[in-house]
């Protein structure tokens, strides 16, 4: 049984398998339940009952801004940090590679993206930090089945330049809900980006 079936099974709808994912593994994304209809594709009347059904638990938290209403996962919630691990190795698993990039001296952000999340996206890997190129590609030639692996090395100011200027492709990356964060000590900071 693999490891999203697993998920299924334990938490028996497929649309808050799919919103719990995204919400866990976004936690500094808000959507509204228009958007979660069009990237889970599925339809607006399970979203809208699985989403109240986390808002009452408390797994997710809800606010008007823009006369829409938006939702974002409560990091405050008691057991976040424990479903948001669990979500974390179903989706990707604790590959060898991902604790790798997780030590790299330097790095502040590692999201996975394109080929290593399955996904259509210009790069594969992206890091934020003071990460040398040298010691990635040291990393990536490890294994053969990393080395086509396109990445983007951001210095966190950079990085964070470009999301205050709303930069389409840092945008793009960080607002797919099917990427996956494994790595973000910057969060305070991006959300501060994003407010200028």
Known sequence: MSSVSILKALFSSQTRVKLLSTFLLHPEEEYFIRELT????????????ELENLRRIGVVKARHRNRKKYYKVDTDFPLYTDLRNLFSKAVQGESPFVTSLKS????????????????????????VGDVRKEVLEALLSQDVT???????????????????????????????????????????????????
């Open 38 to 49: 069009r990237l889970l594709n599925e339809q607006i009347n399970s979203i809208r009952r």
């Open 146 to 196: 990393l080395r086509n692996v396109k990445y983007s090395i951001f210095s966190e100011a950079d990085f964070l330049y470009r999301l205050s200027l709303k930069d389409r492709f840092v945008q793009d990356i960080l607002q797919d809900p099917r990427h996956l964060i494994v790595l973000n000590t910057i969060q305070r900071q991006i959300e501060e980006a994003r407010m200028k």
């Open 104 to 127: 790299l001296p330097g790095a502040r952000l590692v999201l996975l993206a394109g080929n290593l999340s399955g996904t259509e996206s210009k790069v594969d890997l992206l890091i």
